[in-house]
T-cell receptor, first 114, second 112 residues
Framework: EPEVTQTPSHQVTQMGQEVILRCVPI?????FYWYRQILGQKVEFLVS????????KSEIFDDQFSVERPDGSNFTLKIRSTKLEDSAMYFC????????????FGPGTRLTVL | GENVEQHPSTLSVQEGDSAVIKCTYS??????FPWYKQELGKRPQLIID?????GEKKDQRIAVTLNKTAKHFSLHITETQPEDSAVYFC???????????FGQGTELSVKP
């Protein structure tokens, strides 16, 4: 069964550094999402992406964040200048054409900002 | 915007008992309500979902009920097993590729 994949599984960075989190959505899916989960808290929506543009973003997704689909398979989340409070688990998700509702989550990237 | 409240935050049951987790939502435009199970350090896994044109859905030991008028939906797990122990999240969406808004999660512990 196809799955969403994410790399790296764990990223440690210094405050102020740029990070890029990578995702490979399920191959025939058209809707892509990033969510984050601070340790012990609920999953929070960051951004959704469809037809090569952002379709919706949350208040968390400020101008320090950006997303890109650089080719036909990857979907990336960039944080330009990381802050301590960006430390969280970041999940990528995708949903398909036949059922646009059902979102499948990747294994996550744990981002630690020191 | 949409807000989803989930209760209880923790739930402990004996193996074989039933467990019920409840969620309420605020936006009447929401029409899709999935439930995810998250084991420690792992991805959220969809276990069951329901759309607003259906009042109840069942899959083996798991069922979900939806009351659109009251804007609440519930997860029911019967004959619980230790492997059901995890954090369960409800979510709501207005569908069509829209974002999921999650509840706060319920940590379910099933004691053998």
């Amino acid at each position: 069964e196809p799955e969403v994949t994410q790399t790296p599984s764990h990223q440690v960075t210094q405050m102020g550094q740029e990070v890029i989190l990578r995702c490979v959505p399920i191959s025939n899916h058209l809707y892509f999402y990033w969510y984050r989960q601070i340790l012990g808290q609920k999953v929070e929506f960051l951004v959704s992406f469809y037809n090569n543009e952002i379709s919706e973003k949350s208040e968390i997704f400020d101008d320090q964040f950006s997303v890109e689909r650089p080719d036909g398979s990857n979907f990336t989340l960039k944080i330009r200048s990381t802050k301590l409070e960006d430390s969280a688990m970041y999940f990528c998700a995708s949903s398909g054409t036949e059922n646009t509702n059902t979102q499948y989550f990747g294994p996550g990237t744990r981002l630690t900002v020191l | 915007g949409e807000n989803v409240e989930q209760h209880p935050s923790t739930l402990s049951v004996q193996e074989g008992d039933s467990a019920v987790i409840k969620c309420t939502y605020s936006d009447s435009a929401s029409n899709y309500f999935p439930w995810y199970k998250q084991e420690l350090g792992k991805r959220p896994q969809l276990i069951i979902d329901i759309r607003s044109n259906v009042g109840e859905k069942k899959d083996q030991r798991i069922a979900v009920t939806l009351n659109k008028t009251a804007k609440h939906f519930s997860l029911h797990i019967t004959e619980t097993q230790p492997e059901d122990s995890a954090v369960y999240f409800c979510a709501a969406s207005d569908g069509g590729g829209g974002k999921l808004i999650f509840g706060q999660g319920t940590e379910l512990s099933v004691k053998p």
